[in-house]
């Protein structure tokens, strides 16, 4: 099993969809989890932490289920804007990430 | 807001070539990592270095890497001799020192392409 798996995807959505992408984990020890934005040949940059609470950040959702190992991501409203590729990003205690294939959205006028 | 920064943004070297890469981090980031992304594929981590040395590596950092800090400001990551399979970008990330925060910050990347 990959450490960390994501559907690849695309997703292609309609503006003002709403979407959701998971991401699974293998290391129970994980202790870290978080969303980065990734745009063609351009750096992930962080969308946002992801907590055992859940965080919410305007029109995005995140949340954990440690019990099943998974992590989510809901965009509400999609917006063309939010074309891009969606990396899950997972730590240790180590501090090193390692990262999801990534889930590309496809936002459609 | 500070950011990250990396040079060259792109470097085309012939194989068998030496290359350094070069990332100026955030001032208040003390750890710090390389990463590379071959186009189409997953970011993967290559080095994670703190207090002046590696802290972390993975199997992809052979012999033919190394990193260092040389100058207090500069964080470099130097190829000895470049494989074509050393094509990829190559992102710089920092992270503050604080134990509850793990959170990284990436450069733009180094767009490496060896012919």
């Known amino acids: 099993r990959k450490e960390v798996e994501q559907d690849p995807g695309p997703f292609n959505v309609p503006e003002g969809a709403t979407v959701a992408f998971n991401c699974t984990y293998s290391n129970s020890a994980s202790q870290s989890f978080f969303w980065y934005r990734q745009d063609c040949r351009k750096e992930p940059k962080l969308l946002m932490s992801v907590y055992s609470s859940g965080n919410e950040d305007g029109r995005f959702t995140a949340q954990l289920n440690r019990a099943s190992q998974y992590i989510s991501l809901l965009i509400r409203d999609s917006k063309l804007s939010d074309s891009a590729t969606y990396l899950c990003?997972?730590?240790?205690?180590?501090?090193?990430?390692?990262f999801g294939t990534g889930t590309r959205l496809k936002v459609l006028a | 807001e500070p950011e990250v920064t990396q040079t060259p943004s792109h470097q085309v070297t012939q194989m068998g070539q030496e290359v350094i890469l070069r990332c100026v981090p955030i001032s208040n980031h003390l750890y710090f990592y390389w990463y590379r992304q071959i186009l189409g594929q997953k970011v993967e981590f290559l080095v994670s270095?703190?207090?002046?040395?590696?802290?972390?590596k993975s199997e992809i950092f052979d012999d033919q890497f190394s990193v260092e800090r040389p100058d207090g400001s500069n964080f470099t990551l130097k190829i000895r001799s470049t494989k074509l399979e050393d094509s990829a970008m190559y992102f710089c990330a920092g992270k503050i020192l604080a134990a509850s925060s793990y959170e990284q910050y990436f450069g733009p990347g180094t767009r490496l392409t060896v012919t």
């Open positions: 990003a997972v730590s240790s205690g180590t501090y090193k990430y390692i």
């Open positions: 270095f703190y207090n002046n040395e590696i802290s972390e």
